[in-house]
């Protein structure tokens, strides 16, 4: 069975201080991973979409990377505005269906 | 701007009611979907359609309907069998017309249905 799991599941930061969340999952074949930022009360914001192990986007102080086995979301020198829940997500079969890891909630105080 | 919109924002069920939850897109995507939301879980898919009159069930359809009569539309119900419905629900459509990237899906603002 397919599986996404992120982690930490809550990450809490100073102003300023880089650090990394991660993706791992277990699927028979992917097809994309997806990274996306959530706000309270709102719809996923999407921000990057990943196909291939080396493969690395960035996005201002956001950098996405993936191997075969786990994606990597760095945020660097964060600032209060990236307090959100960060979703990671892959895509396994050609019509579209994502499976969803459970996020990480991700709190920068000043 | 192109985009997916979901009405209402907030939605009220009372027992025994069947509810209908709005989701438009713009975008010229063929393909939308619904998604459930709970708390500490990641999104589950619901029902998803890849073109007109043509929708499938996802994970967890049971207590749901859906139809695709139009290519911006693909309204979502939530029947009285549905016993457990508070949950946040979002829309998201993706296309292979999207030049740049047919494989992502993008997400309204979503509704959160709760029961009185």
């Known amino acids: 069975e397919d599986q996404v799991t992120q982690s930490p599941e809550a990450l809490r930061l100073q102003e300023g201080e880089s650090s990394s969340l991660n993706c791992s999952y277990t699927?028979?074949?992917?097809?994309?991973l997806f990274w996306y930022r959530q706000d309270p009360g709102k719809g996923p914001e999407f921000l990057f979409t990943l196909y291939s192990a080396g493969e690395e986007k960035e996005k201002e102080r956001l950098k996405a990377t993936l191997t075969k086995k786990e994606s990597f979301l760095h945020i660097t020198a964060p600032k209060p505005e990236d307090s959100a829940t960060y979703l990671c997500a892959v895509k396994t079969d050609s019509w579209g269906k994502l499976q969803f890891g459970a996020g990480t909630q991700v709190v920068v105080t000043p | 701007d192109g985009g997916i919109t979901q009405s209402p924002k907030y939605l009220f069920r009372k027992e025994g009611q069947n509810v209908t939850l709005s989701c438009e897109q713009n975008?010229?995507?063929?393909?939308m979907y619904w998604y459930r939301q709970d708390p500490g879980q990641g999104l589950r898919l619901i029902y998803y359609s890849q073109i007109v009159n043509d929708f499938q069930k996802g994970d967890i359809a049971e207590g749901y309907s859906v139809s695709r009569e139009k290519k911006e539309s693909f309204p979502l119900t939530v029947t009285s069998a549905q016993k457990n419905p508070t949950a946040f629900y979002l829309c998201?459509?993706?296309?292979?017309?999207?030049?740049?990237?047919?494989?992502?899906?993008?997400f309204g603002p979503g509704t959160r249905l709760l029961v009185l």
């Open positions: 699927v028979s074949g992917l097809r994309g």
């Open positions: 998201a459509s993706s296309g292979v017309r999207d030049r740049d990237d047919p494989e992502t899906q993008y």
């Open positions: 975008l010229n995507h063929d393909a």
